[in-house]
């Protein structure tokens, strides 16, 4: 065959064309009828991705949301058996804290500003409202701010619960009677009490070992700079009681205020929340380190005080997390170690300083 021949009887090919997509009748998850159109995405009965199922030849990978009305909803019976159970998350546990702290430092702030209004006019030294305001009276009346601790925690529980009684919800959050032992209450609190005593001169060797120890690596000097830079960081004999009723005002308001408060936040709350994610070693941990960080603000005071001031906070944070998990997460024993260690601590200190 010539060339020429060739080119005249050239025969033009065509690749096969892609046939048209196949109409589906039905929809192969719950078989309703679909509309007769090309290209359908899904079914319009249950939302099923046709065009994933005609690409890939499998499902659509789904993450099934919990809606809120489903999270666990604890009955009567299980608010003291919920060891097994996840509760409120690991953010909840870190940031309800936070948002309460903020908003008690905002209660304080606004107490200040009530108390600076009414008294600026009939103070003729300004200095004195200042001393005021670092009094042992100011900073009593300032403690009734941390019931925030107490009332928000209590409040957010309540969706756990499915019959939320403030008896149903301080229950779940660890303060409740063991009616199957005698004189439980009781016994909680003797344990409190002797908690409170020894934890105080175990805190007051760690605060001694601390100070030796750093004053042995860097120095008197470090010493002198850290307790020089005291004053003005909350941390001054000044806010110490001068008399006896101001050493009774703040001794009742450690029992009544902060220990329950803190108690409940600190350990029923956000240990409580730890413990059911990260396990009981790590959320005892993080629950020190969280406590501390309220109680010793290193961008309110300088470094040398904030490194001699951390351990001793976070020693005492570390017992009252081993007790709270000795005595199988009842806050009792905590709540009065608590309040009675802070009342120790200020009592020693109006005696010796």
């Not at 009955?75 to 919920?82: P, Q």
């Not at 209660?107 to 009939?122: C, G, R």
């Not at 690596?217 to 004999?237: D, H, K, N, V, W």
């Not at 902060?258 to 029923?268: D, T």
Request: hydrophobic share 50%.
């Amino acid at each position: 065959m010539n060339d020429k021949n060739f080119e005249d009887d050239e025969t033009e090919f065509e690749l096969p064309k892609k046939p048209m997509d196949t109409l589906w009748e039905f929809c192969p998850r719950c078989g309703n009828r679909l509309p007769s159109v090309e290209n359908i995405r899904f079914c319009m009965q249950c939302g099923f991705d046709i065009q994933y199922f005609k690409q890939f030849k499998s499902l659509p990978s789904t993450i099934p949301l919990t809606p809120i009305d489903k999270r666990i909803k604890l009955n009567d019976d299980e608010l003291i058996k919920t060891k097994k159970k996840k509760l409120w998350g690991i953010f909840s546990s870190f940031g309800l804290p936070i948002l309460s702290f903020i908003l008690i430092e905002v209660l304080i702030l606004v107490i200040a500003l009530i108390i600076i209004i009414s008294l600026i006019f009939t103070m003729e030294n300004p200095s004195e409202l200042l001393e005021f305001l670092t009094s042992p009276s100011f900073i009593s009346l300032a403690t009734i701010a941390e019931l925030i601790f107490f009332f928000i925690p209590i409040w957010y529980v309540g969706r756990y619960i499915q019959h939320p009684t403030f008896n149903n919800r301080i229950k779940l959050l660890g303060i409740f009677n063991n009616e199957n032992k005698d004189n439980y209450i009781l016994k909680e609190v003797l344990i409190g009490l002797l908690f409170a005593v020894s934890a105080y001169f175990i805190v007051n060797l760690v605060s001694v070992l601390t100070d030796l120890t750093f004053g042995a690596i860097f120095g008197p000097e470090f010493l002198e700079r850290a307790y020089g830079s005291a004053e003005g960081t909350g941390f001054t004999t000044d806010m110490l009681a001068s008399n006896i009723l101001e050493l009774i005002l703040m001794i009742v308001m450690m029992i009544l205020i902060v220990g329950p408060s803190e108690e409940i936040m600190f350990r029923g709350f956000t240990q409580k929340g730890w413990d059911r994610h990260i396990g009981q070693k790590w959320a005892l941990i993080c629950t020190a380190i969280l406590f501390t960080f309220f109680h010793v603000i290193p961008i309110l005071m300088p470094t040398e005080l904030f490194l001699l001031l951390f351990p001793p906070y976070f020693v005492i944070s570390l017992m009252l997390g081993a007790l709270y998990i000795w005595r199988k997460e009842n806050l009792i024993a905590c709540i009065v170690g608590h309040g009675v260690y802070n009342a120790v601590a200020i009592s020693i200190a109006f005696l010796f300083f």
